[in-house]
């Protein structure tokens, strides 16, 4: 009789305990089967959209997965909040615990932050001449913590991007042309007429200097040996140093073909003799 009512008593216990929560457990986990589906579907739109405005596939992963994970967070708080639990108090140890890694990695968090600003403003692309930080190459690649560059003699290096974004960004790739500057001397005894003419008629015999903007040749500054002109053509970007390589040799060789010369550097010593 006693053993009985020990069954009944528990068969009760465990009714009881089925009807307070089964229909918690099957509700939650209705829940979470549901909100990640809506989690999925959401992270494939959003998907879906930066694909088709052509967002950088670099980002596209990154912002699909963190809205996708922020779904399903929320997602786990209300299921805890079916079975009684605090999720105020889950939320403040969560943010705590987030506080403590956040001051940790503060540097990686940085880097983290700069690459993402990085791929959204795209100051500069995969394959540009890019200055950052004072480091100069072509971009490899833009991750979420750094900056792969090639430079120009075929040197990997890899810049953190909070060296990146935080600096000034030279992009030499982005605009369609670019001025050449070049300084040429000529001696103070020659006709700077002549020399004008034969510096721009050189110019001008180069199918790659372009005529807008036009080409600009005059009289800098009157060196310490020489009278130096500045010229400066406009060319494509992609021919900017072929042109100037070539510029350079053919104003040295035409410059001396019509006559004129170009001056060494040099001192006047005076001596005089004491007593």
């Known amino acids: 009789?006693?053993?009985?009512?020990?069954?009944?008593?528990?068969?009760?216990?465990?009714?009881?305990?089925?009807?307070t929560y089964g229909l918690k457990?099957?509700?939650?986990?209705?829940?979470?089967?549901?909100?990640?589906?809506?989690?999925?579907?959401?992270?494939?739109?959003?998907?879906?959209?930066?694909?088709?405005?052509?967002?950088?596939?670099?980002?596209?992963?990154?912002?699909?997965?963190?809205v996708y994970w922020l779904l399903i967070a929320i997602v786990v708080v209300a299921v805890l909040q079916a079975f009684g639990v605090n999720a105020a108090g889950l939320v403040a140890v969560l943010g705590a615990a987030g506080l403590a890694?956040?001051?940790?990695?503060?540097?990686?968090l940085a880097n983290f932050a700069s690459g993402v600003m990085l791929l959204i403003f795209r100051p500069f692309g995969v394959g540009d001449l890019i200055d950052a930080g004072g480091t100069s190459g072509i971009v490899e690649s833009i991750g979420l913590?750094?900056?792969?560059?090639?430079s120009l003699d075929n040197v990997r290096i890899e810049i953190p991007n909070g060296n990146v974004f935080g600096?000034?960004?030279?992009?030499?790739?982005?605009?369609?042309?670019?001025?050449?500057?070049?300084?040429?001397?000529?001696?103070?005894?020659?006709?700077?007429?002549?020399?004008?003419?034969?510096?721009?008629?050189?110019?001008?015999?180069?199918?790659?200097?372009l005529a807008e903007p036009e080409t600009t040749i005059e009289v800098l500054e009157l060196g310490d040996?020489?009278?130096?002109?500045?010229?400066?053509?406009?060319?494509?970007?992609?021919?900017?140093?072929?042109?100037?390589?070539?510029?350079?040799?053919?104003?040295?060789?035409?410059?001396?073909?019509?006559g004129l010369s170009f001056p060494y550097p040099q001192q006047d010593v005076h001596m005089h003799q004491v007593g």
């Open 101 to 108: 890694v956040g001051l940790a990695l503060q540097g990686t």
């Open 25 to 66: 457990v099957i509700g939650a986990i209705v829940v979470f089967v549901i909100g990640r589906m809506v989690a999925s579907k959401v992270r494939n739109g959003i998907t879906k959209m930066m694909n088709n405005r052509g967002v950088d596939p670099t980002l596209i992963p990154f912002i699909g997965g963190l």
């Open 167 to 209: 600096q000034t960004i030279m992009n030499y790739s982005a605009n369609e042309s670019r001025r050449i500057d070049l300084v040429i001397g000529v001696s103070y005894d020659d006709d700077l007429g002549t020399a004008k003419e034969t510096m721009t008629r050189i110019v001008a015999a180069d199918s790659r200097v």
């Open 145 to 150: 913590f750094s900056t792969t560059l090639n």
């Open 225 to 258: 040996s020489s009278v130096n002109f500045v010229v400066r053509p406009w060319v494509k970007t992609d021919d900017y140093w072929p042109t100037r390589f070539a510029l350079t040799r053919e104003l040295k060789e035409g410059i001396e073909a019509a």
């Open 1 to 19: 009789m006693f053993e009985e009512l020990n069954v009944t008593a528990l068969v009760d216990e465990l009714a009881a305990i089925v009807t």
